[in-house]
């Protein structure tokens, strides 16, 4: 993968995480697979769990283990308020960065003078 | 913990995984191998278990070292690292006391297992004593006992042998167990 979209990449990849929270809990595998349908976002799936280590320990998730119907217990993803929070801050920044990042890539810039 | 019968591919990556993450603490690495355990075998009950889907899960996963990479092994030397190999390395200038300091603030910080820290704090000091014991105990043997004009016997050596470079060597071995900034 070319080094710029594995920096974007990894950068949007914990957001993407909590956005998959947002309207449900969700244990390791679901949320690491759903991922991972997503094209170029995932290269390595194992990698992923580190980081919902890190989003746990930075309070924007928590978890809870629950029983399965198949097989031993699971450990659930819940979103907290904070990471409510930052998923809500990121995606308006997200939004302003890529109308931005579309505007030039696709005028080249041409509209700067027109629009000031 | 499973009832199924795993394939030794599996048994064989999170062995791999348990070594690649041997830096960090041990606590985080007991919980890294046993999400990656259950990711196998959440992946597995889908899609059957067998050679050529177990190959697939494990190839999806990544190298066991990618996975221990990305959960941030070799701690980096924070303050609290460098204070604690500073102290052990001049430790000598406060005998004993200095040495003490030093092993605190190892035991103080996370960066290393507790392994590392004991062969750090306790195998040094008996290397260097058992080292400075040997070597003038053959010295000694060879002259006969009078070649030691500074009146100091083989024990009084090994003893300040200890107390000079014990506390540099637990230094040299624990700096080496980080990563450099």
């Known amino acids: ?116 | 913990m499973t009832t199924m019968r795993r394939d030794p591919l599996v048994d064989d990556y999170l062995r791999r995984l348990e070594a690649a993450a041997g830096d960090l603490p041990r606590e985080r690495r007991k919980e890294l191998v046993a999400e990656i355990e259950e990711h196998v075998e959440a992946a597995l009950a889908e899609s059957g278990d067998d050679k050529p889907a177990v190959r697939d899960v494990l190839e999806r996963l990544g190298s066991p070292e990618e996975i221990a990479a990305a959960a941030g092994v070799a701690p980096e030397r924070g303050r609290l690292e460098r204070a604690a190999l500073i102290v052990l390395s001049v430790s000598f200038v406060l005998p004993g006391a200095g040495y003490l300091i030093g092993a605190g603030l190892v035991l103080a910080s996370k960066a290393w297992t507790g392994r590392e820290q004991a062969i750090g704090l306790l195998l040094s000091p008996f290397v260097v004593l058992a080292g400075a014991i040997v070597v003038l105990v053959g010295a000694s043997s060879a002259a006969s006992g009078d070649s030691f004009d500074s009146g100091l016997g083989p024990l009084e050596i090994a003893v300040l042998a200890v107390v000079f470079l014990a506390g540099l060597l637990a230094a040299a071995y624990l700096s080496s167990r980080l990563k450099r900034p």
């Open chain 1, 1 to 116: 993968m070319e080094p710029a979209l594995s920096q974007l990449r990894r950068g949007a990849l914990e957001y993407c995480v909590l956005a998959l929270l947002r309207d449900q809990e969700r244990y390791g595998f679901e949320l690491v697979r759903s991922l991972s349908a997503v094209d170029g976002l995932v290269t390595s799936e194992g990698t992923i769990y580190p980081l919902l280590t890190r989003l746990r320990k930075e309070a924007l998730v928590t978890t809870s283990w629950q029983e399965s119907a198949s097989g031993p217990p699971r450990r659930y993803y819940r979103l907290t308020d904070a990471g409510g929070a930052a998923l809500a801050a990121f995606s308006r920044d997200w939004a302003r960065f890529r109308d931005g990042v579309d505007a030039l890539l696709t005028s080249g810039g041409r509209h700067d003078h027109d629009a000031a």
